[in-house]
């Protein structure tokens, strides 16, 4: 009789996460967040050299992102502070 392998045995087990998975997942929710991966993907838009008009058109505004998070989230907590009459 030849050697048998069932279902279990062929699956590839999970590697226990390390730190590069956490530090990868800090990375990205922090350009999420910040904008700035908005940004590189519109930059690298308008930059590319194949770039058709309506490429450069629509990576012009996600450059901006970055400010228009910061004015969003700065304008949040001056209500906050309002808010709260620590003006």
């Given at each position: 009789?030849?050697?048998?392998?069932?279902?279990?045995?062929?699956?590839?087990?999970?590697?226990?996460?390390?730190?590069?998975?956490?530090?990868?997942?800090?990375?990205?929710?922090?350009?999420?967040?910040?904008?700035?991966?908005?940004?590189?993907?519109?930059?690298?838009?308008?930059?590319?050299?194949?770039?058709?008009?309506?490429?450069?058109?629509?990576?012009?505004?996600?450059?901006?992102a970055p400010a228009a998070?910061?004015?969003?989230?700065?304008?949040?907590?001056?209500?906050?502070?309002?808010?709260?009459?620590?003006?």
């Amino acid at each position: 009789m030849g050697h048998v392998t069932t279902r279990a045995a062929t699956i590839a087990q999970p590697k226990p996460t390390g730190v590069g998975t956490a530090l990868a997942l800090l990375r990205f929710l922090f350009h999420a967040m910040s904008g700035l991966g908005a940004a590189k993907l519109g930059w690298e838009m308008v930059t590319d050299p194949k770039a058709r008009l309506s490429d450069i058109a629509l990576g012009a505004p996600l450059c901006l992102a970055p400010a228009a998070i910061a004015a969003t989230w700065a304008l949040c907590l001056f209500g906050i502070a309002q808010h709260h009459q620590l003006f």
